[in-house]
């Protein structure tokens, strides 16, 4: 029997594109996107679409049950700088929606979960350079919090109960397809944007800021391929390191340059600087890779490549 696949939102930055790629690969009556609102034309168009509150258990189930969900992805969450402005509305967007899935998979209702936790849940105390799977975190932000929190039951439902979810810290996410979602990565998606519509940028973080990167198709082949390893090789039910590359503003600026030779940055750091300080600027990912396979595709020139290609494409 086909499986049945449930995006929760689905509207969002990763879940946008996640949800063509799963249509693309099971078919596009077997993955159901959903989310709050309504979303673009091609993920509306080409498949199911359900407005679904993921903090709504009942509403959640009901969707579950009609679509006879066997996997789900659960995307919605509110991210970095933006849960800093509404931190309790952060708070239970992100942890009652993780509630809601682990407890349909512990009722046997659902069968396998991907959730993504993220780079926020390192802190100032965490080793920055080639940052270890098990290391000291002490998250200093509401998304970094919420993210730790979220990797915790998700070992205990695992070990507790037997539940099947699956989980990757992302780093900062780089696309063309959709626009930026609140995140303090959020400047390397805007740069390529600016570049080429104004020809210069005004860079939220200081030049010399390394943060762990990754291009948007290497996000979503690594949660594909890791839904789809087999549950016995996995050491980790909390959440895998996962790394691509890692670069500062000045280093993007530069590579922005070698196809724009005209652009120009500058750097005016906010209230975003002091959440970039705390988090890694590199990533150990070498249990990813032993367990199931990892290997990044895209590295800064390569992204940066694209990026342009794609963007010019749009105007």
């Excluded at 509207?11 to 249509?23: K, M, N, S, V």
């Excluded at 992805?73 to 992100?94: D, G, I, Q, V």
């Excluded at 120009?264 to 300080?277: L, M």
Aim: glycine share 6%; charged share 25%.
């Amino acid at each position: 029997m086909q499986q049945s696949i449930l995006i929760l939102g689905a509207c969002g930055q990763i879940g946008t594109e996640l949800t063509l790629a799963l249509r693309e690969r099971y078919g596009n009556e077997n993955v159901i996107a959903s989310d709050i609102r309504e979303g673009s034309d091609s993920l509306m168009n080409s498949g199911p679409f359900e407005i679904l509150d993921a903090t709504s258990y009942d509403a959640v189930e009901e969707i579950v049950m009609l679509y006879e969900v066997s996997e789900v992805y659960l995307m919605a969450a509110m991210l970095s700088a933006t849960a800093e402005k509404f931190p309790e509305r952060a708070w239970n967007l992100n942890m009652n929606s993780l509630f809601n899935v682990l407890n349909l998979a512990k009722e046997n209702k659902i069968e396998k979960i991907f959730w993504p936790s993220s780079i926020a849940v390192f802190g100032k105390n965490t080793p920055k350079e080639n940052t270890p799977q098990h290391t000291l975190m002490e998250p200093s932000t509401v998304y970094g919090i919420s993210k730790q929190t979220g990797e915790r039951w998700c070992a205990y439902y695992y070990s507790k109960y037997g539940v099947d979810v699956r989980s990757v810290r992302y780093p900062g996410l780089i696309s063309w397809k959709t626009q930026p979602g609140g995140g303090t990565t959020d400047y390397a998606v805007e740069i390529y944007l600016q570049a080429l519509e104004e020809g210069t940028y005004n860079c939220f973080l200081k030049e010399d800021t390394a943060l762990p990167m990754m291009f948007m198709d290497d996000a979503i082949r690594a949660a594909i391929e890791l839904m789809e390893s087999e549950g016995e090789k996995l050491s980790i039910r909390s959440s895998y390191n996962l790394g691509a590359m890692s670069f500062t503003p000045g280093e993007i600026a530069w590579s922005i340059k070698n196809h724009l030779p005209e652009f120009s940055i500058s750097y005016e750091p906010d209230f975003r600087q002091a959440i970039a300080d705390s988090w890694p600027s590199s990533i150990d990912d070498s249990q990813a890779r032993q367990d199931w396979g990892w290997q990044p595709e895209f590295d800064l020139e390569k992204t940066t490549a694209e990026m342009l290609k794609q963007l010019r494409t749009l105007n």
